[in-house]
């Protein structure tokens, strides 16, 4: 079912196209943000040893453990962070960003009952269980010039889950089925997350852009003890593994 989808070169040119996009905006939102948040907190919001950011980017997400046939899918994520400088060279990093997509393509259709339905979705053309999550990172931060290498802890909270499917019939009409499953899965995953970033320039004016590449690796199985879709297809952990590419500009006057 998987090569049906053509998720990793459609992904790929999607994730690009996105990913372009925002850096074109990231000037424009960064100049608006940064008067806005200069006026309700002063310029106590930024100073050399503390300053906050928006960031928002691309997940490329799978469940590490979950089969063959399965596939990586894609999301958005956005948040804030604060960027507390320890030394010269050392700064942590809190964060949270309460939309992370996370999960997997390629899943297969668990019978509904309705003999209508579940024949309709037998080969689905797309399959996906979707992840909501908010992330908590800390991060500690290595400076090394403009680039920034760092690690750190990842507590995540499930807000949602859901398996979703889409088919083709042969009359051309397109049919989407979506099934809430968020009580199959745990809601705490633990992990960690290893970046490294490039500071496109320097952070004054509300001009400073940064780009980052981080990857989240999880430590804990997501599921729950039940029969799911994924337990078809393996008996292991199903475990978080997501690539995340975004931009983060700081709100400075």
Known sequence: MAGTLGYPTVLMKKALASLLLLAGLAPLAARAQSSIVSQIAGPSVASEKLYFSLKLGLNVAYLAGAG????????????????????????????ISPFSRKGVSGIPFSWTGDPALDKAFADPDASALALQYTDLPVLVKYRLGRFHLGAGPVISFLSSASERFKAELDTGRVLRYEREVTDRFRKTDLGLAFEASWTIAKPRRGLGLVFHVRYLAGLVD?????????????????????????ISFPFVR
């Not at 399965?70 to 809190?94: D, K, Q």
């Not at 029969?227 to 475990?239: F, H, K, N, Q, Y």
């Open 68 to 95: 063959a046939g399965t596939e990586r899918t894609g999301g958005f994520n956005v948040g804030l962070s604060a960027t507390i400088r320890l030394t010269g060279r050392l700064s942590l990093v809190p964060e």
């Open 222 to 246: 997501v599921r729950r003890p039940s029969e799911t879709p994924l337990d078809a297809l393996s008996g292991g952990p199903a475990r978080n593994s997501v690539i995340q590419a975004f």
